[in-house]
């Protein structure tokens, strides 16, 4: 068989499947209950983005670490989809946090890709510079003023740009490749 009718089949070579990732993956916070999961697809059922994509489904997730596929899950930009709702973890009969196990695996997939959605870095950026994730315009601070509304909460980026650099996320967003649209 040729390598594109694998592509078009996904067959899962052997040697692609990676024992001890399940159980690294059991040990980060988060993603300790993954191994509970049996497949039942309440949270693919029940998730607003897989009903508008072809590809993202947290039931999949869930099934590519427990066969291992490391490589795969960590390539894969789909897993940036992911809204972070917490539907999932609502209605999962297991209390699987796949949500969370989503997010475990964005860090790491940074890690392994160096790279991330421009969107998101973008967001970390703003968050360092101004404590917002988006840069609110003077016209909106001048517009809440006439509107009687309350001057929006005062940040403290200086304090945010210190912990992204004792963590090294400064130094991480500096170098991280970017791709755009997740399709
Ligand atoms: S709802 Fe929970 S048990 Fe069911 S497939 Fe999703 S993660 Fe697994
Ligand atoms: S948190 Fe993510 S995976 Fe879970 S239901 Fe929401 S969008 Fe879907």
Redesign the pocket.
């Known amino acids: 068989m040729s390598e594109t009718q694998e592509q078009v089949l996904n067959i899962i070579k052997a040697e692609e499947m990676d024992p001890k990732f399940k159980y690294e993956i059991s040990k980060i916070h988060g993603a300790e209950k993954i191994m ?9 059922a029940d998730c607003p983005v897989s009903r508008f994509s072809n590809f993202y489904r ?2 999949k997730i ?1 099934r590519m670490i427990q066969l291992g596929l490391k490589d795969r899950i960590l390539s894969d930009k789909d897993l940036w989809l992911c809204t972070t709702c917490y539907t ?1 973890i609502d ?4 209390n ?1 946090d ?1 949500a969370h196990v989503v997010r475990v695996l964005r860090n790491l997939s940074v890690k392994h890709t160096n790279s991330m959605p421009l969107v998101f870095k973008e967001l970390a950026n703003n968050l360092m510079k101004t404590g917002f994730v988006y840069v609110i315009p003077e016209s909106r601070h001048t517009r809440r003023a006439q509107i009687g509304l309350p001057p929006l909460p005062k940040t403290k980026p200086q304090e945010i740009a210190k912990l992204f650099e004792i963590t090294g996320f400064a130094k991480l967003l500096e170098n991280v490749e970017t791709f755009g649209r997740v399709e």
């Open positions: 509970l999961c049996y497949q039942c697809g309440t949270c693919t947290p039931r869930a999932c209605h999962c009969p297991q699987v796949i």
